[in-house]
């Protein structure tokens, strides 16, 4: 952590403010990126208890700070924060990005397109005209509903442990692409790609999802990360899929989205994906 009122380094600085955030790894991601792109700036982590998230982010913008990531649990607060938002982030109902501009404060979020990223160009997963299946209704899966239903795929089909959220999700973007909400043991299609946006995996549990959904050649997506495979992981590995990933290249692209917002150049995400691999191995 840094003084926050840390002013005249002469280098522009940027932050993530979250909480918890000690183990956050968007400094070392965007310190990655400043060292291959040439950019001089710094990046820091700063925590903030419950009800000082306002406080926070006026402070760094006071004191010359060029932008910030949210993370949890403040994406629902920066999204009410600031004063302008991008398409996505309206939709995502969530802020993960924040540009200090001359007039205005802009909300941007990069979830989404850093999973589309991620499964299109590293996982090499075309979504065009795929079924695809997303586990979860809560927040991490209303940020990449739109992102996906951009790549026009046959059908989204959201699932949830509370029905209800997950029907109401799907109406909320009825308009951008075929999405339909509905509880687990109602699926009865078999799926091309079946993402996992449920918190289950951090308490190391499965979402209830019925083996029958899933083929030799579905692809399984964890937006989970971890040293080793999360459960989700493993439960696919034992059901033969095609191929899965957990969620280490959706948070380097989402970074890599939010780079280039504040500096106007796009990073290499591959190298970094694979430097972090190697330190979480370590
Ligand atoms: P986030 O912002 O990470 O999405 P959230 O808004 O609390 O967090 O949402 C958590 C999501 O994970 C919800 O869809 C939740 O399902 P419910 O709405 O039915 O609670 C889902 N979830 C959490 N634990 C789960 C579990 N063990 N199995 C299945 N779904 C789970």
Same mark, same amino acid.
């Given at each position: 952590?840094?003084?926050?009122?840390?002013?005249?380094?002469?280098?522009?600085?940027?932050?993530?403010?979250?909480?918890?955030?000690?183990?956050? $790894?968007?400094?070392?991601?965007?310190?990655?990126?400043? &060292?291959?792109?040439?950019? =001089?700036?710094?990046?820091?982590?700063?925590?903030?208890?419950?009800?000082?998230?306002?406080?926070?982010?006026?402070?760094?913008?006071?004191?010359?700070? $060029?932008?910030? #990531?949210?993370?949890?649990?403040?994406?629902?607060?920066?999204?009410?924060?600031?004063?302008?938002?991008?398409?996505?982030?309206?939709?995502?109902?969530?802020?993960?990005?924040? =540009?200090?501009?001359?007039?205005?404060?802009?909300?941007?979020?990069?979830?989404?397109?850093? /999973?589309? *990223? *991620?499964? &299109?160009?590293?996982?090499?997963? #075309?979504?065009?005209?795929?079924?695809?299946?997303?586990?979860?209704?809560?927040? %991490?899966?209303?940020?990449?509903?739109?992102?996906?239903?951009?790549? $026009? !795929?046959?059908?989204?089909?959201?699932?949830?442990?509370?029905?209800? =959220?997950?029907?109401?999700?799907? #109406?909320?973007?009825?308009?951008?692409?075929?999405?339909?909400?509905?509880?687990?043991?109602?699926?009865?299609?078999?799926?091309?790609?079946?993402?996992?946006?449920?918190?289950?995996?951090?308490?190391?549990?499965?979402?209830?999802? !019925? !083996?029958?959904?899933?083929?030799?050649?579905?692809?399984?997506?964890? +937006? +989970?990360?971890?040293?080793?495979?999360?459960?989700? +992981?493993?439960?696919?590995?034992?059901?033969?899929?095609? =191929?899965?990933?957990?969620?280490?290249?959706?948070?380097?692209?989402? %970074?890599?989205?939010?780079?280039?917002?504040?500096?106007?150049?796009? !990073? *290499?995400?591959?190298?970094?994906?694979?430097? /972090?691999?190697?330190?979480?191995?370590?």
């Amino acid at each position: 952590m840094t003084d926050i009122f840390d002013f005249g380094t002469g280098v522009d600085r940027y932050a993530v403010i979250g909480n918890p955030i000690a183990h956050s $790894k968007s400094p070392r991601i965007h310190t990655l990126f400043a &060292r291959q792109t040439g950019q =001089k700036l710094e990046y820091t982590a700063i925590q903030v208890d419950t009800g000082g998230f306002a406080q926070a982010v006026g402070n760094f913008q006071a004191s010359g700070g $060029k932008g910030l #990531n949210i993370t949890v649990p403040f994406k629902e607060e920066a999204w009410a924060y600031v004063d302008k938002r991008s398409e996505r982030a309206e939709l995502a109902g969530a802020v993960n990005t924040i =540009k200090f501009e001359k007039a205005h404060i802009l909300g941007d979020n990069t979830d989404g397109v850093g /999973l589309v *990223d *991620d499964l &299109r160009q590293n996982c090499e997963v #075309n979504l065009k005209n795929k079924n695809i299946l997303l586990m979860g209704a809560g927040g %991490a899966a209303r940020g990449v509903i739109a992102p996906l239903l951009e790549h $026009k !795929p046959a059908k989204l089909t959201i699932a949830n442990r509370t029905v209800d =959220k997950a029907v109401a999700l799907a #109406n909320i973007f009825k308009a951008y692409g075929q999405v339909e909400g509905c509880g687990y043991e109602d699926l009865d299609a078999r799926y091309d790609i079946v993402i996992n946006a449920t918190a289950a995996s951090l308490g190391g549990d499965l979402p209830p999802l !019925p !083996p029958a959904c899933i083929t030799t050649k579905t692809f399984c997506y964890d +937006m +989970m990360y971890s040293a080793q495979a999360t459960v989700f +992981m493993k439960w696919a590995a034992a059901h033969d899929v095609l =191929k899965y990933s957990d969620g280490l290249g959706m948070l380097v692209g989402q %970074a890599a989205e939010s780079f280039y917002l504040w500096r106007g150049i796009r !990073p *290499d995400v591959k190298s970094v994906i694979a430097q /972090l691999r190697q330190e979480l191995a370590a």
